[in-house]
């Protein structure tokens, strides 16, 4: 709760508080599109790239350093 409350209070003034990259890509879109603006479409490579950097990382932590703390379950836990 605290950290999705800081999120909030950091990203809000920013992206509005859309901290779902689905809802904020949307909703720069829909606005480009209703107000025939382009002021703010410069935003959308980080609602687009963003998660996608976010899942390469997660996916580099997962293979390098959880793998090697995580137990084997062929081994078995306690062995």
Excluded at 46 to 73: H, M, N, Q, R, W
Aim: charge should be neutral.
């Amino acid at each position: 709760m605290a950290a999705i409350y800081f999120s909030i209070v950091c990203a809000g003034p920013y992206s509005n508080a859309a901290l779902n990259p689905t809802i904020g890509f949307a909703n720069l879109t829909f606005a480009a599109m209703v107000f025939d603006s382009t002021d703010q479409v410069q935003y959308l490579p980080a609602y687009v790239l963003g998660p996608v950097c976010g899942g390469i990382l997660a996916g580099l932590f997962t293979k390098f350093v959880s793998e090697g703390v995580t137990p084997d379950p062929k081994r078995g836990f306690n062995k």
